[in-house]
Each structure stands twice: as C-alpha cells, then as structure tokens.
C-alpha cells in the first residue's frame, strides 16, 4: 500500500514538475505570479478532450498541437497587455493575472459546461506488476514524457540564443537590453513558453483526472508549492519539487482522511513559506 | 476645504435620508455597497498603506462570520457580545499570522496568506460538530419586519463605514500612518529610521481584520445563513483589489469611490447576463489594470491629466 502510494507519486511528480517549470520561469524572468497558469493546464486539459471527443486524436499526440495554440494565446497576452504593466507592483501584475483567471474559467463554463470531463482512453487499463506493485501503462507514458519535456526545457534555457537571452533579461534587464536584447520579446517568449508547458500538463493530465472550469485554482497553489520547495527559476529544483509534492499527496493519502487532503497541499504552502522560502535546494536563479 | 465639508455633509444626509426613501431593493443595494467599501477600506490599512498585498483577507471575514453564527447558535449568545468576540477572534488570527507571515515580502507573503486562508477554511469545513461543515449554518435571525430589518443593517454597515473612514482618516493623518507609508516605501530605511516595521506591520494587519472580522459578523447576522465556501471566498478579495485598483490605494476615499463604481458596474451589466457575470468581471479586472492601475482618485487629488491614466511602462511603483 505504502510502496504503491510512493511509486503513485513518483509517477505523477514529473507532471508537476512540468506545471511548476512554466510557473516557475515567469516568476523568475519576470517576477509575475501567474494566477492563471492553472487556467492554462485546463485549457490544455479541454483542447485535449476536445481533440479525443471530436476527431478520436490521442492525448499525447495532440501535446505538440494544444502546446502551439498555447504558446501563441500567452504570447499575444503577454506582448499586447502584460507588458505594459509587467514592470509595476505586484499588486498589479497579480491582480491581473486573477482577472484573466476568471475570465478564461468564464470562457471555458461557457464552451464546455461546469461538467466534468475526462478522456478515457481504450488501453487505459493496461499495466503490469513489479513486485505487488501496479504500474499503469498510461501513467508510466505519462511519467516519460513529461520527463522528455522537462528535459527539452533545459536544454533550450542552456543551449539555444532564445534561452540564453531569457536566461540573461531575468539576471539584468537593463544590461540585457543595452547588448541588445528585445526584452519585450523575449517576455512574450517567456509567458508563450510557461503556458506551452502548461497545456502539454494539461493534456498529460486529460485521461487520468477529470476537469472542470473550477480546477485552475487548486492548480495554482500546486504550482506555487512546486516553485517555492525548488526554488525560483530551477529546472531541476522543479523536478524535485513536484517529485516531493506528488509523494506528500499520495502518502498523505495513506495515513490522512481524504477530507483532510486539500487542507494538507495548503498547509504545506505555508510551511514551506515561513521555514524554507529559498526552496529546499536553497538556490534562486539558473 | 469648507465646500468639501458642504459636499461631505449633503452626502451624509442622502445617505441617511436613503433608507426610508427608496424601496428594499435598493436599500440592500447600497448597504451591500457599503458593504464592500468597508472590506476595501480595511484591506487599504494593509495594502494600500503598508503595502502588503494581503490576498488572503478574507479569513478574518469568514471567522467573524463563524464565531457569531456559532456563538450564537450553540451557545446561545445574543448578537452584540458574539459580534465582540468577533472581533477579537479576527484580530487574535491575525496577530498570530501576522507574527508568521509579515516576515515574508512581496508574492510570499501575498501567496502565504492565500494559503493560510484555505487553510482556515478547509479547518472550519471539517470541524462539521461545530460548524456545520458544508452544510453551513443558520444564524437566528432579527425579529421584526423585513422593511425595519433592511433599514437595521443598511445603518449598521453605513456606522461602520463612517467608523472606518475616520479611523483610516485619522491614521493617515498621524504617526502610525507616516509608519505604514514609510514601510511602503522602503522598508529597510523605515527600520533604519527607527520604525518598529513588525509591530507597525502587525498593527497595520490586525487593524485591517478587526474591520473585515466585524463585517463578517454583520453579514452573517444579515445574511442569517452561511457556509465556508461562501464567506471565505477568495473573490471577494479580489473584488476588493479591484475596488482599491478603482479608486486608488493609499487613500482615504478611494475604496469608497471604487465600491460605488464596481457595485454600480454590476448592476447596470451583470444583472443583464448572467453567464457572462464572472467573465465580465475578469475583463473589468484586465481593463482596470491596464489603464487606470492608479485609481481614478489620482485624477482629481493631483490633477492628472487623461494622459496620465495610460500607464507606465516603468514607474517603479511600490513593491
């Protein structure tokens, strides 16, 4: 039971890593808490249905599709409104992304309804057993490929000019633009990126849980959780962090009743927050 | 500044000529109003003025709602010692939280209370004994008839209201006021400069609760029924940014002003289209921010021009 609820949340832990990465990278490279970064993971969750619902296309091969669509709606956000505010308080920039929060869950009640969706795939039973313990089939492809897609993140922050240049405007802004960086572009970039992995979450998540306008906000707060336990910015404190948050949920499970288990995800937020607010590998920045 | 008191006092006399002028509908209207420009008022404390975006406010709303209901339903207190405990329950939570979480600055703290909120409010939910978990819980209500009812509540939110505005007023007239600012500013010099920023801080946020504490326990007494989903919903709260982004943070008659013009929003637009009620909001929300993140207040306290509503691509603003 114990074994099976660690190796449940081991398996699960690389999603949020891919949630916390996206999350992360804003508040890093532009100090903006994105409130609606959950709202991004559902929409990727919805396309993906919709794509299964309509034309029968499998949740992993629309990743690449619903990450195209994503990546285009943030960046026209980011370069067309967020960027005339995004060098002004927090209080503004959060305020903001809670506004378009709300108004992409109002969209999405209106499109798919308040019922809960989910796909269910044909082979979504296939597993085998290591030892007493079961692995499904799906949720292993899940595990892999957001470990791909987590890996193809930091190779791109390490090894591509875009990256380097995102890379560069969250160490110095002012010095990024003085060699000639577009900075507004490469926020545009940054918030286009965020969201792109966030709905390449929410397709990973469309055949193993189900999703409702609602689910944004919870989301976040994982999201949240993640970056903070990795520390800002990090691709592997990411990895780490959602590793550590999908074994605190499922082990929680074991020994705490499930009415608990929300309160549990919150509890670790403040905790963290008040005795590790530098995240658990202590570094900030890449 | 004596055709200011002239303006004050006709709106005064409106306000209490109100109620027996208009029908039920609009004397729930305004008091909601008022309502709302009390928690914004009471967020200002600690936003606006100290400049901790304090997301997770509500807490001490839906706490003051529940120890009233409770203290009322299942130990029989009557309605004006439960809305002192109220109170003190407010500005308890928010001392203790405060000793936690104003050490955290910016989104960490903004994040942390939003936290602690949820936190609070999956706690009620489950201590089902007491509270009534989801259920909710039933209040008794006020004895009399619902016009007299009405007009009870419209002057209880209108005093509080009034009490708020001369307390903020006063504060941002004295010592702990100039404090609150020059944490704002820059909280290392403030420390510097000799300013006890934790206590000042504490105080900022406990001010704030003891307000949003005793607005709960009015709405619960008003409302006679609540749950947690309800009265620890994180909207509010960014109702109330909205309210302040409005009307202007940082001042006086800011939330007031704000509250006016979203309830007055709301009821021209939402009413009309229901399903499009929260996505208007959220586009009231990205069009505020985008082009009047000042508030409206600034255009006349200092004379901006209409150019000046268009922001900033760099004000480094406060953090």
């Known amino acids: 039971m114990l074994l099976q609820a660690v190796v449940n949340g081991l398996l699960f832990g690389a999603v949020y890593a891919t949630i916390g990465i996206g999350f992360s990278l804003v508040w890093g490279v532009m100090n903006i808490i994105n409130i609606a970064h959950g709202s991004f993971i559902m929409v990727g969750a919805y396309l993906s249905y919709t794509l299964y619902a309509v034309a029968g296309v499998d949740p992993f091969l629309s990743i690449p599709v619903v990450m195209t669509v994503l990546f285009v709606m943030a960046y026209v956000i980011q370069r067309f409104m967020l960027n005339r505010v995004v060098r002004s308080s927090v209080f503004i920039t959060l305020t903001f992304t809670f506004g378009l929060q709300i108004l992409i869950a109002n969209v999405c009640l209106l499109i798919w309804s308040a019922d809960y969706r989910s796909v269910k795939l044909p082979y979504s039973s296939a597993g085998f057993q290591i030892g007493g313990v079961v692995i499904p089939l799906v949720r292993l492809a899940i595990f892999a490929v957001a470990l791909i897609l987590t890996g193809l993140f930091y190779l791109f922050m390490r090894r591509t000019k875009t990256g380097i240049a995102i890379n560069a405007t969250a160490l110095n802004f002012e010095g990024a633009k003085t060699v000639g960086i577009d900075v507004y572009n490469i926020y545009a970039i940054t918030f286009g990126v965020s969201a792109a992995l966030a709905g390449a979450a929410g397709c990973l998540i469309s055949p193993i849980m189900s999703i409702n306008p609602f689910v944004g906000g919870p989301m976040v707060a994982k999201a949240f959780v993640i970056a903070i336990l990795g520390g800002l910015g990090s691709t592997i404190g990411a990895l780490v962090g959602g590793m550590v948050l999908g074994l605190v949920e499922t082990v929680g499970t074991v020994f705490i009743p499930s009415s608990y288990q929300e309160l549990l995800g919150f509890s670790v937020l403040v905790l963290v927050l008040v005795f590790r607010p530098q995240g658990l590998l202590g570094k900030r920045f890449y | ?319």
């Not at chain 2, 307000?211 to 109330?240: L, N, R």
């Not at chain 2, 704000?258 to 709301?266: C, D, K, P, V």
């Open chain 2, 1 to 319: 500044m004596r055709s200011k008191a002239i303006v004050l006092g006709i709106l005064a006399a409106l306000c209490i000529a109100a109620p027996f002028l208009l029908t039920g509908f609009w004397v729930r209207l305004i008091t909601f109003t008022f309502m709302f420009a009390v928690l914004a008022s009471a967020l200002n404390i600690i936003a606006g003025f100290t400049g901790y975006a304090a997301f997770g406010n509500m807490v001490f709303f839906g706490l003051g709602a529940y120890t009233t209901a409770v203290l009322m339903t299942r130990v029989g207190f009557s309605y004006p010692p439960a809305l002192l405990c109220s109170a003190a329950v407010a500005v308890a939570v928010a001392i203790v939280l405060g000793m936690l979480l104003l050490r955290l600055k910016g989104h960490y703290f903004a994040l942390g209370t939003l936290g602690a909120a949820e936190a609070v409010k999956y706690i009620v939910e489950n201590m089902t004994r007491i509270t009534g978990g989801g259920q909710g819980i039933t209040v008794p209500p006020l004895r009399g008839n619902p016009a007299t009812i009405n007009t009870f509540f419209y002057f209880m939110m209108f005093g509080l209201l009034i009490i708020i505005l001369v307390v903020v007023w006063r504060v941002s007239k004295n010592r702990l006021g100039y404090a609150f600012k020059a944490i704002r500013a820059n909280e290392e010099a403030a420390g510097v400069m000799g300013i006890d920023t934790t206590r000042y801080k504490i105080t900022a946020w406990a001010l704030s609760a003891l307000f949003t504490g005793i607005t709960g326990s009015v709405y619960a007494y008003w409302f006679t029924y609540i749950d947690a989903p309800t009265v620890f919903d994180v909207m509010w709260v960014v109702k109330m940014f909205v309210i302040l982004l409005i009307g202007g943070a940082g001042t006086v008659w800011g939330p007031v002003i704000g509250a006016f013009i979203l309830e007055t929003i709301s009821e021209l637009v939402w009413s009309r289209f229901i399903n499009l009620h929260l996505g208007i909001l959220g586009l009231i929300i990205i069009l505020v921010v985008l082009f009047m993140p000042r508030g409206i207040i600034s255009l006349v306290s200092q004379g901006r021009g209409i150019k000046d509503l268009i922001p900033i691509r760099r004000s480094g603003a406060q953090r």
